[in-house]
């Protein structure tokens, strides 16, 4: 299933991308380019890029770099090679006359093109050449996009297709979504028809591009860049280019025409953005947005941006906070806003349906190329099964499409996705009929967000859910928005404790695990002076994973994404972790001037203290650690903070491979598993908190801190170290919760934390 050597030709953002993500899988590669001008500047990218694309800059090691000219030769030796260069036909072609002459026979050779079909790839090229070539298509950056469409050809052989497809899931990490040949494959097909339905509303609609972008955005599950914004994000000048490429290669009859490039009504006002260097964030200058402003559509001037949410989408928001579905609200009216959401949701989800059975004969392929490619919540059939498809018939009616034959047999014989005797089904189409299947996933694949359809939970409220798996095993899931925990999120952590089943896992398939504790909960606290109430909150946190930590069975935390401040000490109280190896962890709470009061202090002193022996040592590197706010932004940063343990700790790289690693793990420890033995701690004598201070004020002298830096820094050393007696003093764990509640506390009532605190909830910068 493996491949023993790999190259990538082409050491451009993709190719280099490639390159590092197959690095991270712990692989060499092998990078080729046309000069070493090209590849050292590849590494030097991969190395500084923010957000980075290894998971250490050590990872680079693991490519080796070469020309094209003079090391073609090193070819012969692969048995996998990713094309990844310039997409021009005939420089393909060429490249891969001269691959033939050098690889071996069952060497496999595939391109990442998102453009140029296999048919015309491969046309000039002899049968076993044909029968080892398929496309690649990673959607960038690759260490972060989750999606791979692998593109078969007419000839490409099956054994091929299914090791690309186990490589690329098991060891890389990817979530292939198998694709026909036909132009645009799925997800920029679907994704960037979206875009462009989005831009052109707003014009049709009169709406500003903040409006525009923040109902398209998380009302409806896409993320709140929405269209005005991705543009900036990914570039206005590639956006231009995407948008003229699908025009050029789809079918004349295909309904992306009427907003493509030429019908695009910002086409001008683009082309001016381009020309005067406006192409978003890469420029430094902006694009749609700068700075405090954003662009008029209709005079195509600069105005003040505009911060205040339209009425609709803070509704919505409201409403996804109490956990409801927010499509229908958005719908029910016809107000510009609501003509919008209209338009856009009828034209997209009418647009995917046309697309079966031509395209591809699930709609599960679909979904999950927008939402492992373009990261949204739901897919548009997923979409159309919560508004139901006579809703979905009538808006594209409306906005005068045609309705496809799939969306019609949707509303004549029920959902797209319905459940059956505990297993999930999902509508499957021929040329002819359709028929329910089991949704279909790789090998020891499982995502709870399709799951969690066959199941009813044990508990359930706003922010958290409790859930029985198979072997009596227990999971906790934290959906709230950003997974911001609360008191109800930890009513649950609390009950999974009691009702613990043979083991818990903390889990959830959001794109981030945990922002943290909700910050709106402390403005309240503070706004009122409630500290009571404050107090009360931090000691039942600190009980509920004082409650996980000593249950009487494993506990195994399986984070993505974000793991911060509360929601990383969540994890923190667990047995062991498995993470994702996108994971980023820890503690940040000195941002907002407070310290981590849920028992992330304490632990990270504990672990400090084991690793070291020594109390001095312990306290400096946890409050420096804590201070800063220091994160991991992968397992093996995070690995240098004592917040992930290899050999005891685990990562996976496919995010979709956690429920079933961490279940295993459970199972493995619950025979004869005993709780761990409260720990015994040592803190150190007075002594090293004037250098604590010392530290501080040298560092507010040269400007590095602001006086509040320096007032929650000193409060942390309030944590981990004896500041009455020179002499070391012996604590519980009791003790150090009850040291972090206190100096949580006298922070809180300063006012500098109530502003910093507020100015993070409203966007500002923090003075």
């Known amino acids: 299933m493996t491949f023993k050597r790999i190259a990538v030709i082409g050491a451009g953002t993709m190719g280099s991308g490639i390159a590092g993500q197959i690095a991270n899988a712990g692989q060499k590669v092998l990078l080729l380019d046309l000069t070493t001008q090209a590849t050292d500047y590849a590494l030097e990218r991969l190395q500084k890029s923010e957000p980075a694309p290894l998971h250490q800059r050590g990872n680079v090691d693991l490519i080796e770099t070469g020309t094209i000219e003079a090391d073609f030769d090193k070819l012969a030796e692969c048995d996998w090679i990713v094309e990844a260069v310039v997409e021009r036909l005939d420089i393909k072609r060429d490249l891969y006359k001269r691959l033939d002459a050098v690889i071996s026979d069952d060497c496999i050779v595939t391109s990442n093109t998102s453009t140029i079909p296999i048919k015309l790839l491969v046309a000039e090229m002899p049968l076993a050449f044909r029968q080892r070539f398929a496309i690649t298509h990673y959607f960038n950056p690759v260490r972060y996009m989750r999606l791979l469409e692998l593109v078969r050809g007419a000839d490409t052989r099956a054994d091929v297709m299914e090791r690309l497809s186990r490589y690329n899931d098991e060891i890389l990490g990817k979530g292939v979504v198998p694709c026909n040949d036909t132009p645009g494959f799925l997800g920029n097909r679907v994704g960037v028809f979206a875009l462009q339905v989005g831009m052109d509303e707003a014009f049709k609609q009169g709406l500003c591009i903040e409006h525009a972008d923040a109902l398209m955005g998380r009302p409806m599950g896409i993320p709140k860049t929405g269209v005005f914004g991705l543009y900036d994000m990914i570039g206005v000048d590639l956006m231009s280019d995407v948008v003229d490429t699908l025009g050029d290669i789809l079918p004349e009859n295909d309904v992306f025409h009427a907003v493509g490039r030429s019908n695009n009504p910002a086409n001008a006002l683009i082309d001016r953005m381009i020309f005067e260097g406006f192409t978003g964030l890469k420029s430094g200058k902006g694009g749609f947005y700068r700075e405090d402003q954003a662009l008029d559509l209709t005079s195509g001037a600069l105005r003040p941006r505009i911060t205040e949410l339209p009425a609709l989408a803070q509704k919505a928001a409201n409403a996804q906070q109490d956990g409801l579905e927010t499509l229908p609200m958005m719908i029910e009216g016809a107000e510009p806003h609501h003509q919008y959401c209209r338009n856009f949701l009828g034209r997209v989800l009418a647009y995917a349906a046309a697309l079966i059975p031509d395209v591809t004969g699930t709609p599960q392929d679909i979904d999950d190329a927008m939402k492992m490619g373009f990261n949204w919540i739901r897919g548009p059939f997923e979409m159309i099964d919560a508004l139901g498809a006579d809703v979905v018939i009538k808006l594209a009616q409306d906005a ?34 359709s028929q329910l299947k089991p949704v279909q996933l790789p090998e020891g694949t499982e995502r709870f967000s399709l799951t969690r359809r066959t199941l009813t939970p044990i508990a359930s409220n706003r922010a958290a859910s409790l859930w029985s798996l198979p072997g009596g095993l227990r999971l906790v899931e934290f959906h709230s928005k950003a997974n911001a925990l609360t008191g109800e999120s930890m009513a649950i952590v609390r009950q999974a404790a009691e009702d613990h089943g043979t083991g818990i896992l903390i889990h959830n398939d959001a794109q981030h695990f945990s922002a943290g504790v909700d910050l709106n909960r402390f403005a309240d606290f503070i706004a009122r002076e409630a500290w009571g109430e404050m107090d009360a909150f931090l000691n039942d946190f600190q009980q509920a994973v004082a409650a996980l930590k000593y249950c009487p069975v494993p506990v195994v935390g399986a984070p993505s994404g974000l793991s911060l401040g509360g929601g ?130 040298d560092g507010l002298a040269k400007g590095w801190f602001k006086p509040h830096n320096k007032t929650t820094a000193m409060e942390i050393a309030t944590i981990v170290v004896n500041t009455s007696s020179d002499a070391p003093l012996e604590v519980t764990e009791q003790d150090m919760f009850d040291r972090e509640r206190a ?25």
């Not at 319905?418 to 499957?428: D, I, P, W």
């Not at 994890?571 to 503690?587: M, P």
């Not at 100096?743 to 003075?767: C, D, H, V, Y």
């Open 400 to 433: 005068g499409c045609t309705i496809p034959q799939a969306l019609q047999t949707s509303a004549d014989h029920g959902p797209f996705y319905q459940v059956q005797e505990g297993t999930l089904m999902v509508r499957n189409f021929d040329q002819t009929a």
């Open 568 to 697: 990383f000490e969540v994890l923190l109280h667990c047995d062991r972790l498995l993470t994702h190896a996108n994971s980023v962890l820890g503690l940040v709470e000195s941002g907002v001037g407070v310290v981590p009061g849920g028992g992330g202090v304490k632990t990270t002193y504990q672990r400090w203290f084991e690793a070291t022996g020594d109390a001095e040592t312990a306290a400096w590197e946890t409050w420096m650690q804590i201070g800063y706010g220091k994160t991991g932004e992968s397992p093996e940063q995070a690995t240098k903070l004592r917040y992930f343990r290899p050999g005891h700790d685990e990562t996976v790289m496919n995010r979709d491979k956690l429920i079933t690693r961490a279940s295993a793990m459970i199972r493995d420890m619950a025979p004869g598993y005993t709780p761990p033995e409260p720990p015994k701690m040592t803190l150190p004598g007075q002594a090293i908190f004037a250098k604590m201070d010392a530290f501080m004020a």
């Open 743 to 767: 100096a949580f506390l006298r922070l809180a009532k300063t006012p500098e934390t109530k502003g910093w605190i507020n100015a993070m909830l409203s966007g500002a910068a923090i003075e």
